[in-house]
């Protein structure tokens, strides 16, 4: 008969809460951290707090839920070409849809999207049931750049481009591209490709009012290595290559949990690698 762990064997296998339910695929670490200072978690039927440590033995349970606390026995991660209309929330109260309506129904976890994009901005959004690795792919020490197409109203000067680059100061916060490159464009409809680090809130759009262009269209074409792929038409998804997922846990320097497996049909697999050549990343 197994004998329970004691006192040390479960002080020596915690983990933060939020670790823990993150690797659940329960949802990102900055999602669950969220809910922990709500109050909305416990542990062991007492409300949990920011910075507490659980071990797979506890009862945790989220609005009163319990949920089991086991490592992904298949991550996944998904690109999706966003369309115009719908929201990355689990629910919208607007009516017009939310981006996990279509996507595969998943037998344990849940779907994080990696950021958001909003509602009017369309193209890549990543998404997956790890919440380890959707918490690295967002988070700024990373360094991972998001790259948007951008159509404009006027075609900018060379002082706005290098006001762009060098960070303006937009209702208290200091924004600014990495990269801006001219496109095309004739009469009001101006192409560029912008970089960003962060993508804060309407970012973009910001910045660009900040030197008097209004934006008339917004998509994102990349996010850190992955690309989204000419054949991905708006509003469908496809599930990364295992060779590309695998190559991402080692860019990220992250563990993989479970096995390799895809469960999706293979016509729901992408056709082509979805990575490009990309800077290897510091020690985090």
């Not at 040390?8 to 690797?23: D, F, N, R, T, Y």
Request: contains cysteine; glycine residues 10%; positive net charge.
């Amino acid at each position: 008969m197994s004998r329970p762990p004691n006192a040390a064997e479960v002080g020596a296998a915690s983990e933060k809460l939020q670790k823990l339910l993150a690797a659940a695929g329960r949802g990102s670490r900055r999602q669950v951290e969220s809910w922990i200072a709500a109050g909305r978690v416990s542990v062991n039927g007492e409300v949990a707090h920011l910075g507490q440590r659980a071990t797979l033995h506890d009862q945790v349970a989220i609005d009163g839920v319990a949920v089991r606390l086991q490592a992904l026995t298949s991550p996944q991660l998904l690109i999706l070409n966003k369309a115009s209309g719908v929201v990355c929330s689990h629910s919208d109260p607007e009516g017009g849809g939310t981006i996990f309506e279509k996507l595969p129904k998943l037998g344990e976890g849940r779907w994080i999207s990696v950021g958001r994009l909003d509602v009017q901005t369309t193209g890549l959004l990543l998404v997956t049931n790890d919440g380890g690795l959707a918490h690295h792919l967002m988070h700024p020490s990373t360094g991972l750049d998001r790259e948007y197409a951008v159509r404009v109203n006027a075609k900018l000067e060379d002082q706005d481009v290098v006001k762009l680059t060098k960070g303006v100061e937009v209702d208290g916060e200091r924004l600014r591209f990495s990269d801006v490159r001219y496109y095309d464009g004739s009469e009001n409809n101006f192409w560029y490709h912008v970089v960003l680090l962060e993508g804060k809130n309407r970012e973009v759009r910001r910045l660009f009012e900040s030197v008097g262009c209004t934006v008339s269209r917004l998509k994102r074409v990349r996010y850190g290595p992955v690309i989204l792929p000419s054949w991905l038409t708006v509003g469908q998804w496809a599930s990364v290559q295992d060779t590309d997922l695998r190559a991402l846990y080692k860019m990220l320097k992250l563990p993989r949990p479970g096995r390799p497996d895809q469960r999706l049909k293979r016509s729901r697999v992408a056709k082509t690698t979805c990575l490009i050549p990309y800077p290897k990343l510091g020690a985090r």
